[in-house]
T-cell receptor, first 114, second 111 residues
């Protein structure tokens, strides 16, 4: 195991629902990331947090709202999603947000939007 | 924006054959990383290359970073069924981590 956990592992939601994805890392890292992995598309970086501060928002729609209360926890709040938002959402962490630091991925949350 | 392409998209080999995947970036990279994702799994870090022309080996895997730092390759010698998965390259262009992942190469190995 990589020391990065994500819950839930699977989520089905309607377009009017509000839900949250949770990520926790037990590695003592200070940087955390959200990625989206859709079928037939490369992994897309969504958000980067370094020492609880958001340092990157990769033009993500506002229906995705991240939260990082401390260096060990990262949330992705979801509301009024679209069917095309169905994907595997991966969390990752690294010691810092330096480009040479290795990223460790969690198992992901498989999201289906009906 | 930056794009990272990989070829081939898919390769099916017999166990024992060699395999190579190629990665090309539209921009010069500060470093490149390689990840492996097993079916149903998540990306797992394999290696990082930083220097122009760098070559690194991990047992049967050989990684190269091009002289211009815009391309890279992963070569597996004598594939095994445990090598099955999708191999991604991912590049950074600066000092902060903002990985752009390649399109991936899915490797299938049969006996």
């Amino acid at each position: 195991e990589t020391g990065v956990t994500q819950t839930p592992r699977h989520l089905v939601m309607g377009m009017t629902n509000k839900k949250s994805l949770k990520c926790e890392q037990h590695l003592g890292h200070n940087a955390m990331y959200w990625y989206k992995q859709s079928a037939k598309k490369p992994l897309e970086l969504m958000f980067v947090y370094n020492f609880k501060e958001q340092t990157e928002n990769n033009s993500v729609p506002s229906r995705f709202s991240p939260e990082c209360p401390n260096s060990s926890h990262l949330f992705l709040h979801l509301h009024t999603l679209q069917p095309e938002d169905s994907a595997l959402y991966l969390c990752a962490s690294s010691l810092t947000s330096a480009s040479t630091d290795t990223q460790y991925f969690g198992p992901g949350t498989r999201l289906t939007v009906l | 924006g930056q794009q990272v392409m990989q070829i081939p998209q898919y390769q099916h080999v017999q166990e024992g054959e060699d395999f190579t995947t190629y990665c090309n970036s539209s921009t010069t990279l500060s470093n490149i990383q390689w990840y492996k994702q097993r079916p149903g799994g998540h990306p797992v870090f394999l290696i990082q290359l930083v220097k122009s022309g760098e070559v690194k080996k991990q047992k049967r895997l050989t990684f190269q970073f091009g002289e211009a730092k815009k391309n890279s390759s992963l070569h597996i010698t004598a594939t095994q069924t445990t090598d099955v998965g999708t191999y991604f390259c991912a590049g950074n262009t600066g000092t902060a981590s903002k990985l752009t992942f390649g399109t991936g190469t899915r490797l299938q190995v049969t006996l």
